[in-house]
């Protein structure tokens, strides 16, 4: 059974920093991603990586701000925000495909998380 679960989610004050994670277990994930929803909102897209780690794609909104990294021998994709904005209050997913990691189409991850919800106050 595959499954993806996060983890490290919560209140954090805008300017401040937070580290979700997300194990994987049941199989490995060429490329994993990390997306959010926000109430009212379609999912976007936030952040991927490919297996080796060698590239990473992020949105607009978080470049140079958050970072998304693995652990391979751990099955663990984690996403470190810095500078957290009120804006990137939402439920944060992760995801995994065999597609390309510069994928920021939500249709092309084929496993999903539960989701963490991440709120930021100003």
């Known amino acids: 059974q595959v499954q993806l679960v996060e983890s490290g989610g919560g209140l954090v004050q805008a300017g401040g920093s937070l580290r979700l994670s997300c194990a994987a277990s049941g199989r490995t994930f060429s490329t994993m991603g990390w997306f959010r929803q926000a109430p009212g909102k379609e999912r976007e897209f936030v952040a991927a990586i490919s297996w080796s780690g060698a590239t990473t794609y992020y949105a607009d909104s978080v470049k140079g701000r958050f970072t998304i990294s693995r652990d391979n021998a751990k099955n663990t994709v984690y996403l470190q925000m810095f500078s957290p904005k009120p804006e990137d209050t939402a439920v944060y997913y992760c995801?995994?495909?065999?597609?390309?990691?510069?994928?920021?189409?939500?249709?092309?991850?084929?496993?999903w998380g539960q989701g963490t919800q991440v709120t930021v106050s100003s």
């Open positions: 995801a995994g495909t065999e597609g390309s990691a510069r994928s920021s189409n939500p249709t092309t991850y084929d496993y």
